[in-house]
């Protein structure tokens, strides 16, 4: 990320990193249709911020191009494993700006 964004600073933003690790088993264990539930929650703890989560590749969304002041961003990853050596790989990613 950081890579990615050499002109602007890349700040992380640690309290919705781990409200993002607390949601990431719940995902695996829906099969990801957690959906709206778990955005209302999550949005109801992070307050005045707005999340995008990023459900695609990483870097072909651009959501490391948000050039706002005081944009902030949180990434959790969660592996989930399973027998032979089969990993489910949860990764969220969101750009956080204070409205």
Known sequence: MMEWRPRHPTRWNRFCTSTLKQFLPKLEQSGGREGEGHRHELQSMLGDNRVRPIVEAVFSTG????????????????????????LSVWVYLASLVRT
């Open 63 to 86: 959501v490391h191009n948000v050039h706002a002041p005081n944009v902030e961003f949180a990434l959790a990853v969660y592996v989930h494993p399973y027998p032979n050596n089969v």
